[in-house]
């Protein structure tokens, strides 16, 4: 940018107006504000002895006409006899200098320089540049910052533009989106170029750049998919009343319907697993389990464990007066309720609050452990061709398998 010039100085501010959609007063005021601080740089200085910075205000006053491209730059000098130290000399001016020896001024008057742009020097006017740049990426961080506050805890679909070791850069619309390793789940593989869906845990801005930071791990992210994907949640149908997740393993859902014709779980899942499909798509495969809400936990602990089935359940108290849960399962499915690493039933603990313990009908029988037959309440009926099933005209055996079609 040319200051020199009037007319390009006018374009140039222009071209800023309409990208960054800034005020002419807005910009007006940011750039006095930048005239004023580099003609104010003259008045620091160090003073080695003291080891310190010494900093005399200068009397810069600055005009702006974004009209027509005019800048009208004063300093102001306090006249002295003579100027005893050179840090004054942006501030002071002594009676024999050169600018006023025709002025018939006195000590204490006041003197006022124009400073004409044409005479700034090459260092000064690269410092002008580099602080309307400044000032330009300053108000770019504002405009995405203020863009992007309330896309908090949403979801935003955005393009791989650079893969790191330990961060994804996303690109959406021109807006880089930060997304670290440890906020990804072990199933996330990812080619550049690539569209996926992120969920937006933080915007900030810092005195550098105003910074989106989005995951794909927290459960809110299973929860705005199956919000974002499923009508009948959205339209607030059918409600997640809780929902628990170990990233690139496995969510379990508890769901409940507000209207007695509709069926929860076959809202959420469809028919033949169509519903939920996409959502376990974008999770890159990892499953989820729905289960219907009720009054009694030994009915959401049997459909937690499916598709094992739940034979018995043994009650008690700890010394704190919480209930613990020993669940009794056959021993050929005693490996698949437990889950990998014993993940699934940390999920089923993490789902009631409280402590589970998974044991065989042996183990339980060699260690006395005093269990209760568990029982299904649902009814068993047989399953209907060509519609979304229901979980109340099922018993849970009957589910596990159909659990088994959709996954």
């Known amino acids: 940018m040319n200051i020199e010039n009037p007319i390009n100085f006018l374009n140039a501010i222009k071209l800023i107006l309409e990208k960054n959609n800034v005020s002419k007063e807005t910009l007006k005021q940011d750039l006095i504000e930048i005239f004023k601080k580099a003609f104010e740089r003259d008045s ?34 306090e006249v002295v006899d003579k100027l005893e130290d050179k840090k004054d000399q942006f501030i002071k001016i002594s009676l024999n200098d050169e600018r006023i020896k025709d002025m018939n001024l006195k000590v204490s008057d006041e003197f006022i320089e124009k400073i004409n742009l ?3 020097s090459i260092g000064k006017a690269q410092y002008i540049k580099q602080l309307l740049i400044q000032k330009t990426r300053e108000v770019e961080k504002l405009k995405i910052f203020e863009q992007f506050k309330d896309k908090k805890n949403q979801i935003l679909s955005a393009k791989v533009s650079k893969i790191q070791d330990n961060y994804l850069i996303l690109d959406h619309f021109g807006t880089a989106i930060f997304v670290p390793k440890s906020e990804l789940s072990e199933l996330d593989k990812f080619r550049v170029g690539q569209l996926i869906k992120v969920f937006i845990v933080d915007v900030t801005k810092n005195s550098k750049d105003a910074q989106i930071i989005a995951s794909r791990i927290k459960k809110e992210f299973v929860l705005k998919l199956l919000e974002q994907e499923i009508e009948d949640i959205e339209d607030k149908i059918i ?48 499953r989820i389990d729905v289960i219907k809400n009720s009054d009694n936990v030994e009915d959401i602990l049997a459909q937690a464990i499916l598709p094992s089935k739940l034979e018995g359940i043994a009650i008690r108290e700890n010394p704190e007066g919480k209930k613990e849960y020993t669940l009794i399962v056959k021993k050929d499915v005693f490996l ?17 609050d409280a402590r589970i313990e998974i044991k065989t009908v042996e183990d339980a029988l060699k260690e006395n452990v005093s269990w209760k037959n568990y029982e299904s309440k649902l009814k ?5 061709e060509n519609a979304d099933f229901n979980l109340e005209n099922y018993d849970l055996e009957d589910f596990a398998d159909m659990e088994d079609e959709y996954n």
């Open 44 to 77: 620091i200085f160090l003073d080695w002895d003291k080891k310190s910075v010494i900093y005399e205000p200068a009397n810069v006053s600055v005009e702006i006409d974004l009209e027509n491209g005019k800048i009208d730059i004063e300093r102001k000098y």
């Open 118 to 120: 044409k005479d700034l």
């Open 239 to 286: 409600t997640i009343d809780k929902i628990v997740r170990i990233p690139g393993v496995k969510t379990k859902i508890v769901v409940s319907s507000r209207v007695s014709e509709v069926d929860a779980i076959g809202s959420i899942i469809g028919l033949k697993g169509k519903r939920i499909k996409p959502i376990i798509d974008e999770l890159r495969g990892e």
């Open 336 to 352: 698949s309720a437990l889950g990998k690493r014993g993940l699934n039933a940390k999920l089923i603990s993490n789902l009631v």
């Open 380 to 384: 068993n009926v047989k399953k209907r």
